[in-house]
Structure formats: structure tokens, C-alpha cells
């Protein structure tokens, strides 16, 4: 048990620490240019009962430096007046504001794919950009994106997404846990292999979403509008792919403040890794969660006497230690706090997560998401 357990923690290490070289060298891409960007940007949002959150967005979007775009928001049948308020700001928005309600149709699985799909039908961009209806945006947010598109010409852009607002202990272990995978995304990215990204913060050419076929293949599936599309784009595009790293194109929303609501989103990204066409982020997800299983392996081992306390507790501080590095990068490149009391807590919470929800995900396919239950 021993040798299998440091055998797979030193690929562990390896990996992490191939993480956190890609990330950092990353460049820096400020929304600055010789020539100002010209590029016409479709804003795409999909919404569903975002009444308490929209206004915020679209505030954020008049406060814009980039002329250049339009939004359009698509009303996924909300019953609580989103669409309503969207249409009463476009009266007196600073940028062209289109608001369509979508009408319910019978046998659809992939609302969010079916949203996006309609607003970018509706849309005259060259460029469009993806986000959702609870998060926040900085002014030089779509310049960032415009200035970096025009200068190396990718055919999808993937950019950083963090909260905002963190209090409680279990928020501030979100931020952590999710600036892995931003970093994960980012990093991979920059290594030509790249396995994740997240449809609150993307771009991607009109061209490259026709030449794919848009969401064709993957409309079965309720979630994948984000990752399974940029493998597409990937492979038809030879990975002409760029992530966004600079503080002006960071995406922020709200985490979960009921753990409900985050066991939900899990189940929903944990239900798609098998669709994967590329094998390697595959193999990446079950080897991630053979490294947790084996942790806990460890602990229990140590309880039988299959293992000495020492040698675990070996284990899990080399784990700690590389992850420790790793993540202090991310975090602060994201523009939050590392909090070491908050790390550490999420040493003893994650490896149980990984292995809950990876068997979560591949077991129970059915899950509630924005008062839908959804298979």
C-alpha cells in the first residue's frame, strides 16, 4: 500500500507542478494596442430567474471602454420578471440591448446550449462572447478580449472566472477550489492539450461555432456548452486556442451559499466528463480521482495498521505542500486573498468531494438546476 500510494503521489506531483509552470508562463495580455480593436462583439447571455442579479450585469456593460458590441439576452422562461427588466434597461442603455423570450418547447435537455444557440442565430458579431446572467464584469473587460483576438487571431478565447463576496468558510473554499480549475483550464490551455474552461467568461470566432456545427452532437447533453464546444473547436482548429491572463478580463459571480445549490452545479459539470472525445482529459479525470481515493486509502490503511501515522502524514504533507504552491499562484493572480486557515480546511474537504462526486456524476444522472430537474 505504501509504494502505491507515493508511487501515484509522485505522478501527482509532477502534474501539479507541469500545472504551475504552463500557468506561469502564461503572458500577461493588459488590454492595451497599438491600434485601438475594431472587432464587432456578440454579447450572448442565457438566463433563467435572474431578476436579482441582471440589472448588476447590464450596469456593468453601459460602464464599458469597448464600443464595438451588442447583447443579446435569451429569457429562458423565467417566471420572475427577468426578461421584463431587461427590456425596461434597453430603453436606456448605452450599447444595443436585445432581449428574446424563449418559447417552451417539448423534449429539449440542453436549455443553456438551446439559449446560446438562438442568441448567437440572432446575433452579427464576428466575435462571440458567452456569459451568464450573475456575474459581474469590469469596464475593460470586453477591450481585454477585442485587443488579445485581434493581436494573435485565436479562434477561442478562455478566460479567468473567480467569486466575489466570500464570507462564510465555505465560500472562501470555493474560491480556492475553483481557481484550480481555472488554473487547470488555463494551464492546459498553454500547453497545447487543452481540457476545460467555463462558459461565464468565452469567445469564440462565428466562423469557428459554424464550422463545428455549433452544438451538434452534444445537444443530448444538459451541460458541456462550454468544454465540449472548445474540443470542437480544438480539433478543427488545430488548437488555435488562447487564454486571457490579466486582471481586466477576470469574470466575477457569487458562490454558493447552500451547499444544495453547489451539490447541484457538481453533479451537473461531474455528469459530461465521460463525453469527452479526446481521451486525455478522460484519463486526467479518473487519475485525479484515483490520487484522492488512495489518500483516503491511507487514512483508512493507518486505522487498520496497514500503515504507519507517520508515513501517511508524509503523503498528505507533500500533497499539501506542491498543491500549496500551486494554488498561491493562481489565487493571487486572480486578484483574491490566499488564506492559509482556508486552504488547509480544504486539504481535509476535498479529497472526500472528488470521490463523492466522481461517483455522483457517473451513477445518478439526474440532478435539479434552476427549478428544473434535469437528466
Known amino acids: 500500500m505504501t509504494a502505491l500510494v507515493f508511487g501515484v503521489l509522485a505522478l501527482y506531483v509532477a502534474l501539479t507542478l507541469l500545472l504551475y509552470y504552463h500557468w506561469r508562463q502564461i503572458p500577461e495580455r493588459p488590454p492595451t494596442a497599438q491600434a485601438p480593436p475594431t472587432t464587432r462583439l456578440s454579447v450572448i447571455i442565457p438566463v433563467r430567474n435572474e431578476a436579482d442579479n441582471i440589472v448588476a450585469l447590464l450596469q456593468d456593460l453601459d460602464r464599458q471602454t469597448y464600443p464595438h458590441f451588442e447583447v443579446v439576452v435569451m429569457d429562458d422562461a423565467s417566471n420572475d420578471g427577468t426578461g421584463e427588466l431587461v427590456r425596461r434597461f434597453a430603453q436606456h442603455a448605452r450599447y444595443a ?14 436549455y443553456k446550449k438551446r ?4 442568441g448567437i442565430s440572432r446575433s452579427i458579431g464576428t466575435l462571440v462572447v458567452t456569459t451568464d446572467g450573475d456575474c459581474r464584469v469590469g469596464p475593460n473587460w470586453l477591450r481585454a478580449i477585442a485587443t488579445a483576438y485581434e493581436a494573435e487571431r485565436p479562434a477561442l478565447i478562455s478566460a479567468p472566472v473567480t467569486f466575489l463576496g466570500a464570507k462564510t468558510l465555505f465560500e472562501q473554499m470555493q474560491v480556492i477550489e475553483f481557481a484550480s480549475l481555472v488554473g487547470a483550464g488555463g494551464a492546459s490551455m498553454q500547453a497545447g492539450a487543452p481540457n476545460m474552461c467555463n462558459g461565464a467568461n468565452l469567445a469564440y470566432e462565428r466562423a469557428a461555432f459554424e464550422r463545428v456545427g455549433g452544438f451538434a452532437g452534444t445537444d443530448h447533453l444538459a451541460s458541456g456548452d462550454d468544454e465540449l464546444l472548445m474540443h470542437k473547436i480544438a480539433r478543427a482548429t488545430q488548437n488555435r486556442l488562447l487564454f486571457l491572463k490579466t486582471p481586466a478580463a477576470v469574470v466575477q459571480t457569487r458562490p454558493h451559499a447552500r451547499l444544495q445549490e453547489f451539490v447541484q452545479q457538481r453533479r451537473r459539470w461531474a455528469s459530461k466528463w465521460q463525453t469527452y472525445r479526446d481521451v486525455r482529459p478522460r484519463l486526467l479525470a479518473v487519475f485525479i480521482f484515483s490520487v484522492h481515493l488512495l489518500m483516503l486509502g491511507s487514512l483508512g490503511a493507518a486505522f487498520a495498521g496497514a500503515m504507519d501515522w507517520a508515513t501517511v502524514g508524509l503523503a498528505w504533507g ?3 505542500a506542491v498543491e500549496a504552491l500551486y494554488l498561491h499562484r493562481v489565487v493571487r493572480d486572480l486578484g483574491k486573498p490566499f488564506r492559509w486557515f482556508v486552504f488547509l480546511g480544504l486539504q481535509l474537504a476535498y479529497s472526500p468531494y472528488v470521490v463523492l462526486f466522481g461517483v455522483l456524476g457517473n451513477l445518478q444522472k439526474t440532478y435539479r438546476w434552476k427549478g428544473r430537474f434535469v437528466r
Request: overall charge neutral; proline content about 5%.
Open 115 to 118: 439559449a446560446l444557440a438562438e
Open 97 to 110: 440591448l436585445h432581449c428574446h423570450r424563449l418559447a417552451p418547447l417539448d423534449g429539449v435537455v440542453a
Open 318 to 320: 507533500i500533497k499539501a
